[in-house]
């Protein structure tokens, strides 16, 4: 089955950036979206499509997805964006979709 | 703003079973799916349902005990999951599929706890 991989945690400064990998085998030819999820809290879609947002998320939030690494960055980091966050990709191959195991971020 | 509640949780015993349901506010011509998180744990997709209810996906975990169906006259999709096993306690969250694949939005959960 097909496997995502995430770091366990990423910590940032308020103000820097933020950059959480999703790690797959050829992920670059797959659409990635990608989650946060704050405490107690349902997921929310911050990203589509690999770099597209939905309406209501500010431009800080980004996305890139190339070769075997799909990449969620966070630009000028709030304290509010300290959160679980999870890629998600459709694997054709079984029909089934696929998380990643979360990253969490901490605005230190 | 489609809104989806979804409602069903309790305890229950290890072997039984529970119907979860997902209520959508508005028509339901879409694409459905369930994902469950365990405590502390991440994210596990668990089933998915097409417009028209022919097309339905399980993940290796559920297959053969759990079976999602959808009432379009109701707005209401439903997860029958049938021989409950300890590894089975998390929030079951239902949610749309979007024409683009993801899942958006996602209704608040509700929580099952099956006791060894």
């Known amino acids: 089955s097909y496997v995502l991989t995430q770091p366990s945690s990423v910590s940032v400064a308020p103000g820097k950036t933020a950059s959480i990998p999703c790690g797959g085998d050829?992920?670059?030819?797959?659409?990635v979206h990608w989650y946060r999820q704050k405490p107690g809290q349902a997921p929310e879609l911050v990203i589509y499509?690999?770099?597209e947002r939905p309406s209501g998320i500010p431009e800080r939030f980004s996305g890139s997805n190339s070769g075997n690494t799909a990449t969620l960055t966070i630009s000028r980091v709030e304290a509010g964006d300290e959160a679980d966050y999870f890629c998600?990709?459709?694997?054709?191959?079984?029909?089934?979709?696929?998380f990643g195991f979360g990253t969490k971020v901490t605005v230190l | 703003e489609v809104q989806l509640l979804e409602s069903g949780g309790g305890l229950v015993q290890a072997g039984g079973s529970l119907r979860l349901s997902c209520s959508v506010s508005?028509?339901?011509?879409?694409?459905m799916v369930w994902v469950r998180q365990a405590p502390g744990k991440g994210l596990e997709w668990l089933s998915y349902?097409?417009?028209?209810?022919?097309?339905?996906h399980y993940a290796d975990s559920v297959k053969g005990r759990f079976s999602v169906s959808r009432d379009d006259a109701k707005n209401s999709l439903y997860l029958q999951m049938n021989g409950l096993r300890a590894e089975d306690t998390a929030v079951y969250y239902c949610?749309?599929?979007?024409?683009?694949?993801?899942?958006?939005?996602w209704g608040q959960g509700t929580q099952v706890t099956v006791s060894s």
């Open positions: 949610a749309i599929r979007a024409d683009y694949g993801a899942f958006d939005p």
């Open positions: 508005g028509p339901t011509p879409y694409e």
């Open positions: 349902i097409s417009r028209s209810d022919n097309i339905i």
């Open positions: 050829n992920i670059g030819r797959k659409s």
């Open positions: 499509f690999d770099s």
């Open positions: 998600q990709v459709w694997d054709s191959s079984s029909n089934h979709h696929v």
